[in-house]
């Protein structure tokens, strides 16, 4: 821990406005903070992070405060799943060069995911995702990611590199993204040619209205994914007026179940939310959204760890069925409910009933074929 120390700067109590004093019930009260001395993270779940880097956005920053901005909301929630512990680690320190911050959170999100801790990143523009993608490449371990985000962050013709930077991380040597998913793009602020370009390459990319209309869809999507990485912009100003840009987008609601579904999943290792811009809020009231985003990761969590491992065939039902002349194994939890598909190479993946109910039919289920055409 201490080389971790190197990078990472303590959270002052004023700061956080831990002074002024909190509940029993509180998460402030069950969160061990990094102020003077660093803690022992041994029994932590969860390692919350922040993340000071913004030039990526914008050369005249502006949101260096955020991941404070964000713990004072998150500190006020209550603490219900005191299975869940957690620990958070302060702020990364910000590099001379912006590569030298995605250096640093790389170095210290790779210690925690060697130590098998699920992290949490707050703060930071959209871009910092590359030092947390980074993470993986320094320990070698392909991975499915996902953006949640309004726009397709692979505009080539523009210097900004918040507006870029996936460019770097799916085509980057050596690419160890297997596979890619994006939700809630809104179509408008996309062009065309892109999204062919991402069918292309096997990519799944989910407009706003498909992730709206087929909400229970998405949780297979994130109980795959080891990496995610959600952006405020994502949400429709009403719900988080620091996004100034855009009037459409998901509700608060919408973005805590999707944050929710993230958490129930156990290959999941880091979940960053980036974009936040204090000085464009209005009564905090983003802030408090990014907390409850937080909150309801935890939730997930916490559901994540009373699902059964698939040894344990007890805890499951078993379905067999066939379509197309494949024979295919299906199984239900019986703790959460949730589905997994058998795929020819005998690896399971998170699947709904709605593919239960396609293949019963004799009829491929989409996520089966996409899969299949990736291997």
Not at 104 to 126: F, M, P, R
Not at 334 to 355: E, F, H, V
Request: negative net charge; charged residues 25%.
């Amino acid at each position: 821990m201490q080389d971790l120390q190197d990078f990472l700067e303590p959270v002052s109590v004023h700061t956080i406005n831990a002074d002024e004093g909190y509940y029993e019930g509180q998460l402030a009260r069950h969160i061990d903070l990094y102020q003077e001395a660093m803690p022992d993270i041994s029994p932590a779940s969860i390692v919350i992070i922040g993340a000071k880097e913004t030039r990526g956005e914008s050369i005249l920053g502006g949101a260096e405060n955020a991941a404070n901005e964000i713990r004072k909301e998150f500190y006020k929630l209550h603490y219900w799943h005191t299975d869940i512990k957690i620990c958070d680690l302060g702020n990364v320190k910000t590099g001379e060069t912006v590569a030298d911050s995605y250096a640093a959170l790389k170095t210290v999100v790779a210690a925690l995911i060697e130590q098998q801790k699920t992290v949490i990143i707050i703060g930071g523009s959209h871009d910092v995702t590359l030092g947390q993608y980074n993470a993986y490449r320094h320990l070698n371990l392909q991975i499915e990611a996902t953006c949640i985000d309004a726009k397709i962050d692979l505009q080539s013709e523009t210097p900004i590199r918040s507006d870029n930077f996936l460019m770097e991380m799916l085509t980057g040597d050596p690419n160890l993204v297997k596979h890619y998913n994006h939700l809630g793009f809104q179509c408008y602020l996309v062009h065309p040619k892109l999204l062919e370009t991402m069918d292309k390459l096997r990519f799944d990319c989910y407009r706003l209205g498909t992730v709206l209309e087929l909400m229970e869809e998405m949780e297979p999507v994130l109980r795959n994914s080891h990496l995610i990485s959600f952006d405020i912009c994502a949400i429709k100003n009403a719900d988080a007026p620091a996004n100034t840009d855009l009037p459409n987008g998901f509700t608060g609601i919408e973005a805590c179940t999707l944050a929710r579904y993230a958490g129930m999943s156990d290959r999941l290792s880091s979940f960053g939310l980036y974009g936040y811009r204090p000085e464009l809020d209005r009564n905090a009231l983003t802030a408090k959204q990014a907390a409850q985003i937080l909150w309801y990761f935890i939730d997930g969590k916490h559901k994540s760890l009373h699902e059964a491992n698939h040894e344990d065939k007890h805890n499951f039902i078993e379905f067999h069925t066939a379509f197309a002349e494949v024979d295919t194994l299906f199984l239900q939890s019986k703790k959460t409910g949730r589905w997994w598909m058998q795929m020819p190479n005998n690896k399971l993946i998170a699947c709904s009933y709605s593919d239960y109910k396609k293949a019963s039919q004799n009829q491929i289920p989409e996520r089966w074929l996409r899969v299949q055409e990736r291997n």
